[in-house]
């Protein structure tokens, strides 16, 4: 048992004993370390002004990852390297991705400009990225300008980040290897007193005695969810379990029947998995939160949190996903549906927790088309998810409907009413649809929020259908999609 949280800066091993359970990065770099480079906007994961670096050994590589720190938990980075801004330029010598912020006028006010500048440290040394302002402005999702425009921004990292020659971080990278192995001790972390404490169990037995023995802690995978809670509602979590360093939790195993997701798996680390299984699950992952948000957060976490508005659940409802959970006494699966019981409240027995889901492939008579509708194209939370998968036979008859929304109940749910009418309709005769766009009015109540009113959700609901049903029947996507169009043209390679 390690009673301190231990990581790297500059080169060298920090290692802390005070660490509240709910201290952020952010105020551990601003406030202890004096280090004000980084900046504080929205304290919420929006705007990206606070956005660090993290490198962690990822299949043997050394791979840096963008972090919001407003809302990353002090305790989080242990095992990992911290580089933040004061750690880039070298002998009063600017770092290529700075330099290039500076020669093509990337910056005014310059408030945003560390967030930016970290996230191009990240994009710079990310492996296997095709040069486009495509690549460049998903990367930069998460970092918002007031002032200066985004143009030249782009330009610089179009400039610095592609072909880019090693830097120092590059040339220290196998001893900043070994020295991330020394940290990776496999030992359980507990800072604190049994009624308040940080702690980071090692492994899953020691995750679920921990749990049993307190149950009313707070479980943190990602801290996405949980972190706004500490920033923007002030409320104390004095018992935190951060699932981060349970070993194998992280696992994603690809099989032939489908995707084995572990609780801690990241957006990040299963987008090419969810691409596989299909094109509009990958695009869905691509659009949720921004990079940092991707980078930290986790589908356990997205589903645990049991939010109506979610984006993952509705697809792997309608994919027909199961979810594991374990706890000190035994484990169980169930479908993934029947975990959402009511808002605010699922299917989680006190010392339970989530270990992971299955995610099974389209069989060859299967068709899945997901749809996310939000305010914002990118960085925002849904107002309508829509997922939809169609089994049907040789003549085109639906032979089986999973129907799945999410933003139109108080869960995430399935469309019962329209499934029963969708079964025996045929995919090639459009008059045989009515029934279930018509039944979805029985289906759901929707409310009306800030982000949608109770008829925008239904129409909108209904033309989802409409067009998954008219994608699988044959029609392109180019024509029901205003997405295909707009990347198409926005799309100019540096
Ligand atoms: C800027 C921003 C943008 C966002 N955009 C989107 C978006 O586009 N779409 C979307 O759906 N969400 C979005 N979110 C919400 C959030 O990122 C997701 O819900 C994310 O998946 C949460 O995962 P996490 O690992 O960060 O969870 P955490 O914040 O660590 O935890 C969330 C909840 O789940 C519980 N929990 C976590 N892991 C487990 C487990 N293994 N077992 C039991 N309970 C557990 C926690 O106790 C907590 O109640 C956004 C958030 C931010 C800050
Ligand atoms: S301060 Fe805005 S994302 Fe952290
Ligand atoms: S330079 Fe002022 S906010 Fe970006």
């Not at 330099?99 to 560390?114: D, K, R, Y």
């Not at 192995?181 to 492994?203: C, E, K």
């Not at 994603?252 to 969810?274: C, D, F, K, R």
Request: aromatic content about 6%; overall charge negative.
């Amino acid at each position: 048992m390690r009673d301190t949280i231990r990581f790297l800066k500059g080169g060298k091993i920090v290692e802390l004993e005070d660490v509240g359970p709910t201290e952020t990065l952010l105020d551990y770099l601003r406030l202890r370390r004096r280090e004000t480079g980084t900046k504080e906007g929205c304290g919420e994961g929006d705007c990206g002004a606070c956005t660090v670096a993290l490198g962690r050994i990822v299949d043997g590589r050394l791979v840096y990852l963008p972090v919001n720190s407003c809302i990353q938990l002090l305790g989080m980075i242990d095992g990992a390297e911290l580089v933040t801004v004061e750690d880039l330029a070298e002998d009063n010598r600017l770092h290529p991705v700075q330099s290039a912020m500076v020669e093509l006028h990337g910056s005014q006010c310059g408030f945003c400009t560390p967030g930016f500048v970290m996230s191009l440290f990240t994009l710079y040394h990310a492996e296997g990225k095709e040069k486009s302002r495509k690549t460049v402005t998903d990367w930069l999702a998460g970092n918002l300008c007031r002032c200066t425009g985004y143009r030249p921004i782009v330009d610089a990292a179009l400039e610095a980040c592609f072909d880019a020659a090693d830097d120092a971080f590059s040339w220290r990278a196998k001893d900043t290897r070994e020295q991330l192995r020394v940290l990776s001790d496999g030992s359980d972390v507990f800072i604190g007193d049994s009624d308040r404490f940080f702690s980071a169990p090692a492994t899953l037995d020691g995750l679920a005695a921990l749990y049993s023995q307190h149950p009313d802690a707070t479980l943190v995978s990602g801290a996405t969810d949980v972190g706004l809670w500490i920033t923007k509602q002030l409320r104390e979590f004095p018992k935190v379990i951060w699932l981060g360093r349970v070993e194998g939790l992280d696992r994603v195993e690809e099989s032939p029947s489908g995707v084995l997701i572990g609780a801690t798996a990241t957006y990040q680390a299963t987008e090419q998995a969810m691409t596989g299984i299909s094109a509009d699950l990958g695009e869905l992952w691509r659009r949720i939160g921004s990079k940092q948000v991707r980078a930290s957060g986790t589908v356990g976490g997205n589903i645990a949190n049991g939010s109506p508005i979610g984006d993952t659940p509705p697809a792997l409802i309608a994919l027909g996903a199961t979810l594991e959970l374990s706890s000190a006494e035994s484990s169980r699966a169930l479908p993934i549906e029947d975990f959402f019981i009511e808002y605010g409240k699922q299917d989680r027995q006190s010392g339970e927790f989530v270990t992971g889901l299955f995610v099974p492939r389209l069989s060859a008579n299967q068709a899945f088309r997901c749809y996310k509708i939000s305010k914002r194209f990118d960085q925002d939370i849904s107002s309508v998810m829509a997922a939809v998968r169609l089994t049907a036979d040789e003549e085109g008859t639906v032979t089986e409907a999973r129907i799945a929304y999410g933003g139109m109940a108080g869960t995430p749910k399935r469309a019962t009413a329209a499934e029963a009418a969708l079964t025996g309709a045929s995919l090639e005769d459009p008059s045989t649809w009515g029934p279930a766009m018509q039944a979805l009015l029985s289906d759901f109540t929707p409310m009306t929020d800030m982000r949608a009113s109770a008829e925008y959700r239904m129409e909108t609901a209904r033309a989802l259908l409409a067009k998954a049903l008219m994608e699988m029947s044959g029609t392109a996507p180019e024509q029901v999609r205003v997405l295909a169009r707009r990347e198409t043209g926005n799309d100019r390679a540096a």
